[in-house]
């Protein structure tokens, strides 16, 4: 018997997930095995990870799964390694080496120069492989029918990027770096920046993220941890974890419930976690407007 055949009938709660995600697996492949643990197929994630990379990944379950756009767009960290002196294909460890040239020469001071132009407010390139959408088919789709597109550079935000340690080998050199940055940004393409702006290539070869938004890796569990004992932060624990909290009248909390809006209450515009007199989560509200409009109700 399977674990949805096993909770055939009621729901399967609600809720949120943080998964250290193993290297090797996709972000689908997570989400998969987290369907099976939860007995339903109403599951999906926030901000994709590289089957190379590991760390936070969100996971959300049933109606928490409409929290996960509005978590997406949450800054990120990372811990990454840098190759300098060999360019990829992919910009990572799995593709094939497409160029190389000795970074023997270069000075721990070169390298910490180089990543200042890469901090702050960028313009930045996308990598060829990657899941943005041109004319309806994936880059990466396109990459590997050998019709790499053209993709435009779009504005991202480092916050940081330090060189925390650098490793020789022959005519390669390793930086290991922190990067926090905003949603949309690609450690891939500041990789491949930082090697072209040395002028000897640049690759990712590691890359973890120890938070997503509030998320850290200190709260995240393997996929095994799972197994043992699934267990899942509530939906409206998940919510005011993430997002403003607004607490409403239970008149205000019945007409909510039924798709009204209310009167702005000075939250501005990111969304904001409502609730009941009696502490049940009743929708996500946004202000637009002089008035406070539900983005998705959760109650019945």
Do not use: W
């Not at 767009?73 to 990454?80: F, S, T």
């Not at 070169?110 to 943005?132: C, H, K, N, W």
């Not at 993430?242 to 409403?248: G, H, K, V």
């Amino acid at each position: 018997m399977t674990a949805a055949s096993r909770r055939s009938g009621p729901a399967a709660p609600s809720g949120l997930v943080i998964v250290d995600k193993p290297a090797g697996m996709t972000s689908h492949d997570v989400v998969a095995r987290i369907r099976r643990l939860a007995g339903t197929r109403r599951v999906g994630h926030a901000g994709t990870l590289d089957p190379m990379a590991t760390g936070v990944l969100v996971v959300g379950v049933e109606k928490a799964t409409r929290l996960l756009g509005h978590l997406t767009m949450a800054d990120k960290e990372y811990l990454a390694t840098i190759r300098l002196g060999q360019a990829t294909s992919t910009e990572d460890a799995e593709g094939d080496v497409t160029a190389s040239a000795s970074a023997a020469g270069l000075t721990e001071e070169a390298v910490r120069a180089a990543v200042v132009p890469l901090t702050g407010g960028i313009l930045q390139v996308p990598p060829g492989v990657s899941a943005i959408k041109i004319a309806g088919k994936r880059a990466y789709q396109l990459t590997r029918e050998g019709h790499a597109p053209e993709l435009a550079a779009r504005p991202v935000t480092v916050a940081s990027f330090d060189i925390t340690a650098i490793r020789r080998h022959g005519d390669l050199l390793d930086a290991d770096a922190a990067v926090t940055c905003s949603s949309g940004t690609y450690v891939r393409a500041l990789a491949r920046d930082l090697g072209q702006a040395l002028g000897v290539g640049g690759h990712l070869t590691a890359l973890r993220r120890v938070r997503s938004g509030r998320y850290r890796i200190e709260a995240a569990r393997t996929l095994g941890e799972l197994a043992a004992d699934f267990t899942m932060t509530p939906l409206a624990e998940a919510a005011v974890a993430a997002l403003p909290r607004l607490d409403l009248t239970e008149d205000e909390a019945r007409r909510v419930a039924h798709g009204a809006r209310l009167p702005a209450a000075g939250l501005g515009a990111v969304p904001a976690a409502v609730f009941g007199p009696d502490g049940a989560l009743i929708a996500l509200m946004r202000e637009e407007n002089g008035q406070a409009r539900p983005l998705a109700v959760f109650v019945p």
